[in-house]
């Protein structure tokens, strides 16, 4: 009960602009420029979602963080319709603000050659950079991982463009 109650006013005191006071719009600019520039290399759909504060529905769920985290980008995978792309290699980088946590999921195209330890072991790898709070360093070398990964198993043949089926913009929530 006192765990769900201190989760709860954590992310209750966030204010309605943290999302936009930590991702300045400079920066969303350059993130970005980033996706697009990394879309060019390979037909995968990059987005990312920041979010402040998770809503209320989730906080008084008991279980642990991680858990609920997760299944928050799962829903914001869906809801940005993530999935939704020809080779279904899409990728959801979520970053949870209050929590500093990233969490990244993949469309089944992809994790049928990428196992979930990759996927951990890449979320985990960037938590430093959160932790000291440089957030555009952090969601970079996200955006560079993934695109790592889907130069390897989805480049583009030579003369080939990305159809870019989904928003590079980050979206703040």
């Known amino acids: 009960m006192w765990q769900r109650l201190t989760r709860l006013l954590k992310h209750r005191w966030q204010n309605d602009n943290a999302a936009e006071q930590a991702i300045p719009s400079a920066t969303l600019a350059r993130l970005t420029a980033r996706v697009a520039h990394s879309e060019s290399c390979h037909s995968g759909e990059i987005r990312i979602y920041i979010e402040a504060a998770l809503p209320t529905s989730y906080l008084w769920q008991d279980r642990p963080m991680p858990e609920i985290t997760r299944q ?56 430093s950079a959160f932790k000291s709070q440089d957030y555009e360093a952090g969601l970079s070398l996200a955006v560079q991982e993934v695109n790592h990964l889907l130069q390897q198993h989805f480049p583009l043949a030579q003369h080939q463009q990305n159809p870019n089926e989904l928003p590079n913009e980050p979206v703040l929530g």
Do not use: P, Q
Request: aromatic share 8%; proline share 0%.
């Open 72 to 127: 928050r980008a799962l829903a914001m995978f869906g809801k940005l319709r993530v999935w939704d792309t020809e080779h279904n290699n899409g990728v959801l980088i979520y970053l949870l603000l209050v929590e500093k946590r990233l969490e990244i999921v993949a469309d089944r195209g992809l994790n049928a050659r990428v196992d979930a330890d990759t996927w951990t072991r890449l979320a985990a790898s960037m938590s």
